[in-house]
C-alpha cells in the first residue's frame, strides 16, 4: 500500500533544503519519493494519508546501544510505584536480582522508548543477545560505534548533538535510488526549535515503512 506522509516542513537531511508543506511517498518498505504535498497526492490519488504535526524529518541513531539496553533497567509500568519509571543504573540496578527473562523484558520496553524518540538505528558493539534481539525485532538497525560518545547515556539522541550529526540516513538522495523508510515526525515548526525541545517532542517515527510508534 502506498503511504503518503506529511507535515508543516519536511526536513530531508544531508544538506539538503528544508520543504514547506513537503511529504514523504512510501511503498512497502520503502522510500520512493519526496517533494510537494498536493504533487505527490495528484500523482498518487489512491495513496493512504498520514498527516502530522510539526516536522518530519530522517530517524535518529542513539550511541547508547549497550548502556541504555544492557547496562540500565527499565522497569516495567506495574514496578513503577516500587522502581520509579526511569532507567535504573549503578547502585539501583546492582540491588535487583533480574533474571534472562527481565533483563529481555527490559530491553524491549528500552528499545519502546527509543522509538518514542524518534531512534530508528543504535550503535555500539558486544551486544549481549537479549539486547540484539530486542533491537531486531523492532526493526531498528546497528552501527558501529568507535570509542565511547561523550557525556552520559540518554533516550534523547539529540541531546548535546546536532540534529545532522544524530541522522541515520537523509530522506531520499537526489536520483532514481531508493531508501529504507526510516523517518520520524515531531511536533516542532522547525530545525531550531527541535533542538531546543529535543527528541522527546517525538509524535510518530517510521521504521522501513512501519508506523511502530505514534503519541497518543
Partial sequence: MLTIHTADLLVPGDGQPCLPGGAVLVDGREITATGPYEELT???PTARVRRWPGLIAPGLVNPYGPELLEQAYHPDPREAGELGTEPLTGGALAAL??????WGAS?????????AHGTVAVAGE???????????RAGMGVQQRYGAPPGGPTLDPLAGRSLTEALALPLAPPGPERRPAHFAAFDAPDEAALAERGAACCVATVVSGRLVYRRR
Fill in 107 to 115: 530491553a524491549r520496553r528500552g528499545v519502546q522508548r527509543m522509538l
Fill in 97 to 102: 536480582e533480574l533474571t534472562d527473562a527481565r
Fill in 42 to 44: 495528484a500523482a498518487f
Fill in 126 to 136: 558486544r551486544w549481549r543477545p537479549f539486547a540484539r534481539d530486542a533491537v531486531v
